[in-house]
């Protein structure tokens, strides 16, 4: 099913597709089917709406992981 070329994982044209780790031991795993392949976007949270309620917490960057055999979104907000 994969495809290894030039040592890297490649399952679409325009993104890459690999393993993440959360932490050091800790491999990410899709939540809703298993998987352990993902690519990744970076989400600007600092939305007017976000700032109008006071969420500043939320005036963060995320790090969107999603699941390449589902699509099933996981998010991380930068520390
Ligand atoms: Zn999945």
Do not use: P
Not at 42 to 60: E, F, Q, V
């Amino acid at each position: 099913m994969l495809q290894c070329v030039n040592n890297k994982t490649i399952m679409s044209k325009e993104k890459e597709v690999k393993e993440y780790f959360v932490r050091k031991g800790l491999k990410l795993e899709c939540v809703i089917c298993k998987s352990h392949l993902f690519w990744t976007r970076t989400t600007l949270m600092n939305t007017t709406g976000m700032s109008i309620m006071g969420l500043d917490w939320a005036n963060k960057h995320a790090t969107n992981y999603v699941c390449d055999s589902c699509g099933y979104v996981h998010w991380f907000l930068d520390k």
